[in-house]
T-cell receptor
Framework: AQTVTQSQPEMSVQEAETVTLSCTYDTSESDYYLFWYKQPPSRQMILVIRQEAYKQQNATENRFSVNFQKAAKSFSLKISDSQLGDAAMYFCAFKGYYGGSQGNLIFGKGTKLSVKP | NAGVTQTPKFQVLKTGQSMTLQCAQDMNHEYMSWYRQDPGMGLRLIHYSVGAGITDQGEVPNGYNVSRSTTEDFPLRLLSAAPSQTSVYFC????????????FGSGTRLTVV
């Protein structure tokens, strides 16, 4: 069974600085998807960025980028030029490439990010 | 607006009561899932469905029932509420081969007293 581990329960960053959130996962599959979700105090789950395992190029969405290391099964999220609105809980998630039970999202336990003004 | 609609947003139940959390999506997604979120535990899968008429158990299914009679709706039933079911519940949906992840509802905060 796949597992997702986020080793940092809490992180803090100064406004305008850069922060990296860690995520590792365990799977025997070669094709899969990885995601970072943001959950602000409003409770809404917001997709931040996604990565297809077959793509070697790291995904980037504006100030958000990932460092995907397939061999190491690592998927870290880098937030550049941190803003107060980035303060939230961040979840790393794994999704199998194929259907059935593999189509479900498996989440890490989350990292709470605080942004200091 | 297209999306996943969950009702109610908040609910307080007494131990032993039953209730149904509603979830509807209008995106014609095949996959629908229910998760519960507890502090320090992330989101854990309760039940899921890969299409109308097909449901299966996730990681924490005990105490919950689901059915999927239509593509759009996927209600979650609490048979006899227990304090351990106090949690935030999320419904989510996705295309079968969706690379964009899941679309989530806004969640239901359930308290069982």
């Amino acid at each position: 069974a796949q597992t997702v581990t986020q080793s940092q329960p809490e992180m803090s960053v100064q406004e305008a600085e850069t922060v990296t959130l860690s995520c590792t996962y365990d799977t025997s599959e070669s094709d899969y998807y990885l995601f970072w979700y943001k959950q602000p105090p409003s409770r809404q789950m917001i997709l931040v960025i996604r990565q297809e395992a077959y793509k070697q190029q790291n995904a980037t969405e504006n100030r958000f980028s990932v460092n995907f290391q397939k061999a190491a099964k690592s998927f870290s999220l880098k937030i550049s030029d941190s803003q107060l609105g980035d303060a939230a809980m961040y979840f790393c998630a794994f999704k199998g490439y194929y259907g059935g039970s593999q189509g479900n999202l498996i989440f890490g336990k989350g990292t709470k990010l605080s942004v200091k003004p | 607006n297209a999306g996943v609609t969950q009702t109610p947003k908040f609910q307080v139940l007494k131990t032993g009561q039953s209730m149904t959390l509603q979830c509807a999506q209008d995106m014609n997604h095949e996959y629908m899932s229910w998760y519960r979120q507890d502090p320090g535990m992330g989101l854990r899968l309760i039940h899921y469905s890969v299409g109308a008429g097909i449901t299966d158990q996730g990681e924490v299914p005990n105490g919950y029932n689901v059915s999927r009679s239509t593509t759009e709706d996927f209600p979650l039933r609490l048979l006899s509420a227990a304090p351990s079911q106090t949690s935030v519940y999320f419904c989510a949906s996705s295309y079968k081969t969706e690379v964009y992840g899941y679309t989530f509802g806004s969640g239901t905060r359930l308290t069982v007293v």
